[in-house]
């Protein structure tokens, strides 16, 4: 069993027909219409593969006039599609539900621009955002977002679900590095708004409206992304934190004293790091012993080596002085930087190989963040772990709940709890993974009633037969409509 609520195909919506397969190889050649069932085995599966869909058909467009074309016709016919970048997202919104015509966006991934004054980059949707990264290093620049997933994740489905990633407390979200984009909406109508201005207030800015809406709204094609340039100095300390009061002051000290140079703070509890020694081959803590509570993680860039070194010195000597630490490690070379960076990044990899996993992206204030923890503790006895990290810079906790196989009994103890304690506590039940399919209908725990009725508002008018990534993200009476 999975986590997934139960819900019926849409029957305003047709099946695909050989009319249609002969329609779309027409019009993007016979290689870019895939019905191979391995290709579709692994496009229908999630990450977790714990979402699973039944589509026959995948296509992978070259331009936006092809995405345009199908997106008109797919819309004329009445027939749902899903969009599709890396495949990486954690709550169930790449993959189809049930027969959607998955719209791969891999093969639009040329660079466009790079604007070597202002680091503004513009590209296409499936560029992957670890070859990104390496065009800009060698121009002297750095995507303004990081996250695990790099090496497989495109940069349209970034914007999409507006992922926030590891450098968010240094950079800020996708709503404001994005400068522009272009976008495909469901009759196939190109907005065009892919402006590479700083500042541009003529009239509404749509652009947010693609970001994070998870391809609910039209199909991102290309981003306009303000890079920040590439500083000479990064420094990247492994700490350790007796409680969880420690962490949350080592992070009003690390913004305070550090400033400027801070560049990520990131933390995982003993849970976490013990899970990544267990199942993560060549993972080692970091730190001599392993008795330690809970492990911070601070990058910090900047642009003067000696000074940016004495900075972040002097402030983990103060905070061991002062009890917020009780052992550190400062990486000595880019290879013990992303050993360090191995360790908190691979705590989603290493819960994979563990089992079952019943994942919680929460935004909570920093303060209550780990009464939380404590209390699923509690909750969930001897039958699953709790495994919390995330990035306590930005008040986004991971909470994971670990067992040997998914059963409903256990799903029963979390939920609706975990939605509930955060709803009462004004958070967030997604910080940044977005609702997808796994949380579509529990949109009201962080949203009002009036709020949810703007946006579908907003679907039906963008999307008024519903084709675009259908039974995700806004409840299922909002999105499609019978
Ligand atoms: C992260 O590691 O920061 C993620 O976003 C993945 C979180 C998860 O696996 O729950």
Request: glycine share 10%; hydrophobic share 40%; aromatic share 8%.
């Amino acid at each position: 069993g999975s986590a997934a609520t139960v819900i019926e195909r849409n029957t305003s919506f047709s099946t695909l027909n050989s009319d249609d397969v002969s329609y779309f190889k027409e019009l993007l050649g016979e290689k870019s219409v895939v019905e191979d069932e391995d290709v579709l085995l692994t496009a229908n599966t999630d990450w977790m593969r714990k979402y699973k869909g039944s589509s026959k058909l995948l296509l992978q467009p070259k331009t936006t006039h092809e995405v345009s074309q199908i997106l008109k016709y797919c819309n004329s016919r009445c027939l749902p599609v899903v969009p599709q970048g890396g495949n990486t997202g954690l709550v169930g919104g790449s993959v189809p539900v049930f027969d959607e015509v998955i719209i791969n966006m891999g093969s639009m991934n040329n660079i466009i621009s790079l604007d070597k004054v202002s680091g503004i980059l513009v590209c296409e949707a499936g560029c992957i955002l670890e070859n990104l990264i390496s065009f800009l290093d060698n121009h002297g620049f750095i995507m303004p977002l990081d996250l695990g997933a790099k090496g497989s994740c495109q940069i349209g489905g970034n914007v999409s679900t507006n992922a926030g990633g590891l450098r968010l407390v240094r950079y800020g979200s996708l709503h404001g590095t994005v400068l522009g984009l272009e976008a495909v909406l469901a009759n196939g109508d190109v907005i065009d708004m892919l402006g590479t201005l700083r500042k541009d207030n003529t009239g509404y800015d749509l652009k947010h409206l693609f970001i994070g809406s998870e391809g609910s709204l039209g199909i991102v094609t290309k981003v306009s992304i303000l890079t920040p340039p590439k500083l000479s100095s990064v420094n990247l300390a492994f700490l350790a934190c007796v409680d969880y009061f420690s962490c949350q002051k080592l992070l009003v000290e690390a913004k305070m004293r550090l400033g400027d140079i801070l560049s990520a703070f990131e933390f995982l509890d003993n849970q976490s790091m013990d899970l990544v020694l267990n199942h993560l081959e060549g993972a080692r803590n970091p730190l001599s012993s392993s008795m330690h509570n809970f492990y911070v993680l601070i990058e910090t860039t900047g642009s003067d080596e000696s000074y940016d070194k004495e900075k972040l010195e002097a402030f983990l000597l103060s905070s061991m002085e002062g009890g917020l630490i009780s052992d550190g490690v400062l990486a000595q070379d880019i290879n013990q930087a992303s050993s360090f960076w191995r360790i908190r990044e691979g705590v989603p990899e290493a819960l994979m190989k563990a089992g079952a996993v019943y994942k919680y992206d929460l935004s909570i204030p920093v303060e209550k963040m780990y009464d939380l923890v404590d209390e699923m503790r509690i909750r969930m006895g001897q039958t699953a772990k709790v495994i919390a990290y995330g990035h306590l810079g930005d008040g986004n906790l991971h909470l994971n709940i670990s067992a040997p196989q998914y059963d409903d009994k256990i799903l029963a103890q979390i939920e609706p709890y975990v939605y509930e304690w955060t709803s009462e506590h004004k958070g967030s039940i997604s910080a940044e993974h977005g609702l997808g399919l796994m949380k579509a209908n529990k949109i009201f725990y962080s949203k009002s009633p009036e709020t949810v009725q703007v946006m579908g508002s907003i679907k039906k008018l963008l999307d008024p037969n519903g084709i675009l990534n259908p039974y995700k993200v806004l409840p299922q009476s909002l999105s499609s409509y019978h």
